[in-house]
Nanobody, 127 residues
Framework: QVQLVESGGGLVQAGGSLRLSCAASGRTFRYYATGWFRQAPGKEREFVAAINWSGDTAPYVESVKGRFTVSRDNAKNTVYLQMNSLKPEDTAVYYC????????????????????WGQGTQVTVSS
């Protein structure tokens, strides 16, 4: 398994942008699908976006389509979540997660499919 560390969270006004990073240990990270999830206070953890091992397939939850973009740089063992046009309802702790799924075209959108998780980074969007 890989170890994951998120960074890039913070406080931003509505309409602003943040870029989250998920840095992974291990030379095999390029074979992992990576997902982003978030959990707001009092709510269940929800899927946000994911990217497959090769970086060419990336599903999103409907509420972030057109605003968030997930990408990966396998040379740096890092996956990014670019978040634009942020809304107060995007406020949550954001987690990245990884699953060893080389050659699978579609990354999972279910949290239970991911074996490795980061500690989370807080994103707060003020109105």
């Amino acid at each position: 398994q890989v170890q994951l560390v998120e960074s890039g969270g913070g406080l931003v006004q509505a309409g602003g942008s943040l870029r989250l990073s998920c840095a992974a240990s291990g030379r095999t990270f390029r074979y992992y699908a990576t997902g982003w999830f978030r959990q707001a206070p009092g709510k269940e953890r929800e899927f946000v976006a994911a990217i497959n091992w090769s970086g060419d397939t990336a599903p999103y939850v409907e509420s972030v389509k057109g605003r968030f973009t997930v990408s990966r740089d396998n040379a740096k063992n890092t996956v990014y979540l670019q978040m634009n046009s942020l809304k107060p309802e995007d406020t949550a702790v954001y987690y990245c997660a990884a699953a060893l799924l080389q050659y699978q075209a579609s990354p999972p959108m279910e949290a239970r499919r991911y074996a490795s998780w980061g500690q989370g980074t807080q994103v707060t969007v003020s109105s």
